[in-house]
């Protein structure tokens, strides 16, 4: 590096033009987002983990089981539009606190369940999940904001998919956590101590998540980084427009497109395993293969480990495979049916004799998924310009009627048979409805056209 001149007016001018090296503080904006979207998806699982316990302590039938672990889903799925409109009207740092709190304070008030005279314990489990649904609506959506208004079009891939992987990494994270919170102070504490957990989590959030247009330790450096690659850097000074564009007929034109229908059957199939997996699967190695709730708590952790790593290869494998081809539609289906075909192999748990095969095939299956989860760049993709952000939405809002479904499903195949084989079976059919989905209904991924 040539050294500074030794000084004079001519020296100062010239130590002034060099340039400013940005700051990176978007990087810490993304490590936030995945620690609190981990957080976010351990308060999802939270009665996976308490409930074998927590329905001998209180009595709960499979089925009503299967109620109280679908309740989070039915709200979900309903306030996705909403939670949407509400962070284009009131921005995402305001809105998604206000999420983080909520949902901690109802995670934490499931554990004096049974201890309020004169309420249901159905009633009041179900009532506090289907809050925490509603609660968590945002989260998502929050995320795809803060990563559109941090993160150059260039960055923006490889962030989401950070976030979206903490699905698997919270569950390596939390799952023995909480697995050892039950085994030595009971079910109800798993509830105290999560909802403890996001109350801080809120704090954090409120303290370090701003703008990067008024964030005090980005350069100016930075900002014209990201915003020279397409960053959104004022997105959240742009008020109520968005939320006053919302029109219902938009949504019709989405789901009578075949190629979206198809896109959000696919998403919806892909679900049901991640829903088995979340709510029924630490239950069914306690009831079905034997294990305490400690050891169900750690065996969980194996497969959302195998699917963080799916997730990364996945990622990896449709990059190259567009790079080498030129063809997204090869780069998307590919990973995806190789990786439908891997999680289907979960119907080999019902003749599986030991737990640890059952462990190494659902490692295998969420490796599968982890691979075929590419949603959220196929949406990226496929999705209307000018409907991007509720295009997500509905992709969301039915990918998660999974949620609804599956642990339903499954309480009612259990409660009927005494049995999980059928369940098992009933979730790998989806896996293979979803290659269907892909290959039969989509048709050649590409940008949906709206008529001007």
Request: net charge positive.
């Amino acid at each position: 590096m040539r050294p500074p001149p030794a000084g004079g007016a001519a020296g100062r001018e010239d130590l002034n033009e060099l340039p400013v090296r940005p700051t990176r503080v978007r990087y810490a904006i993304i490590a936030l987002i995945f620690l609190i979207t981990s957080v976010n998806y351990a308060d999802r699982a939270t009665f996976s983990i308490a409930g074998s316990a927590a329905a001998r302590e209180l009595a709960l039938s499979p089925v009503q089981t299967g109620f109280i672990l679908s309740a989070f889903a039915w709200a979900y799925v309903l306030a996705q539009i909403p939670g949407g409109v509400l962070l284009d009207r009131f921005g995402t740092k305001r809105v998604y606190a206000a999420a983080i709190l909520l949902w901690s304070l109802f995670t934490a008030t499931q554990g004096f369940a049974g201890w309020i005279a004169g309420i249901s314990v159905v009633a009041m489990l179900f009532a506090l999940r289907f809050l925490v649904g509603l609660a968590e609506a945002p989260s998502f959506p929050g995320n795809a904001r803060l990563v559109a208004a941090w993160f150059p079009a260039a960055e923006r891939g490889t962030a989401a998919a950070i976030f979206n992987s903490a699905q698997y990494f919270s569950l390596v994270a939390f799952a023995p956590l909480m697995g050892w919170l039950a085994h030595q102070f009971g079910w109800r504490s798993i509830f105290w101590a999560m909802g403890g957990l996001g109350v801080l989590a809120t704090l954090v959030f409120v303290r370090f998540i701003h703008s990067p247009a008024h964030h005090r330790r980005v350069n100016a450096a930075e900002r014209a980084y990201i915003e020279a690659g397409g960053g959104l850097i004022h997105l959240e000074e742009g008020g109520a427009t968005a939320a006053q564009a919302f029109a219902w007929r938009n949504v019709g034109r989405l789901i009578a497109n075949r190629m979206m229908l198809g896109i959000y059957l696919g998403q919806y199939c892909i679900n049901v395993l991640t829903y088995f997996f979340v709510t029924w699967f630490p239950i069914y190695l306690i009831k079905e293969r034997g294990l305490n709730v400690l050891e169900a708590g750690f065996a969980a952790a194996a497969p959302a480990l195998f699917g963080f790593a799916g997730g990364l290869a996945g990622g990896f494998l449709s990059d190259r495979i567009l790079k080498r081809t030129g063809s997204l539609d090869r780069a998307r289906k590919i990973p995806l049916v190789l990786g439908m075909l891997l999680a289907s192999l979960i119907i080999g748990c019902v003749w599986a004799p030991g737990e640890g095969l059952v462990i190494t095939l659902m490692s295998i299956a969420f490796f599968g998924k982890g691979i075929a989860s590419l949603g959220w760049a196929i949406m990226a993709d496929v999705a209307p310009r000018r409907l991007a952000g509720l295009s997500g939405g509905v992709f969301n809002m039915f990918g998660n009627i999974a949620g609804i479904v599956t642990p339903i499903a499954v309480g009612y195949i259990v409660g009927t048979t005494g049995s999980f084989d059928l369940a098992l079976v009933f979730v790998g059919a989806h896996c293979l409805l979803t290659i269907f989905a892909f290959l039969v209904l989509v048709g050649p991924i590409r940008r949906m056209e709206l008529p001007e």
